[in-house]
């Protein structure tokens, strides 16, 4: 995840809700520590993220790109690549 550390949790702190039905950090420096503790993951692309899902086990077999998405863990960053948080 190095490099990608002020990116990511921007955009996790923003949309941790998609994930968590309360707030989990309430600022950067949190958010980056709770993607450590969680071991985040950064992923340069839609299919990665279903290769690595897959390997997690979950059953992404005939899910669309967008449903991968739109998956509770996934988060799209802004640069393209995607923020996987297992929770």
Same mark, same amino acid.
């Given at each position: 995840m190095k490099g990608? /550390? *002020?990116m990511? !949790? #921007?955009v996790f702190l923003r949309e941790? =809700? +998609?994930l968590f039905d309360e707030p989990v950090v309430n600022n950067t #420096? #949190? !958010? +980056? /520590?709770?993607? #450590? *503790?969680s071991m985040a993951v950064v992923l340069d692309n839609i299919q990665d993220v279903r290769n690595y899902l897959e390997e997690s086990g979950m059953d992404e077999v005939g899910m669309t790109d967008e449903e991968i998405e739109e998956t509770l863990e996934v988060f799209k960053l802004p640069? =393209? +690549?995607y923020l996987v948080v297992e929770a």
């Amino acid at each position: 995840m190095k490099g990608y /550390e *002020d990116m990511c !949790a #921007e955009v996790f702190l923003r949309e941790q =809700g +998609k994930l968590f039905d309360e707030p989990v950090v309430n600022n950067t #420096e #949190e !958010a +980056k /520590e709770f993607l #450590e *503790d969680s071991m985040a993951v950064v992923l340069d692309n839609i299919q990665d993220v279903r290769n690595y899902l897959e390997e997690s086990g979950m059953d992404e077999v005939g899910m669309t790109d967008e449903e991968i998405e739109e998956t509770l863990e996934v988060f799209k960053l802004p640069n =393209g +690549k995607y923020l996987v948080v297992e929770a």
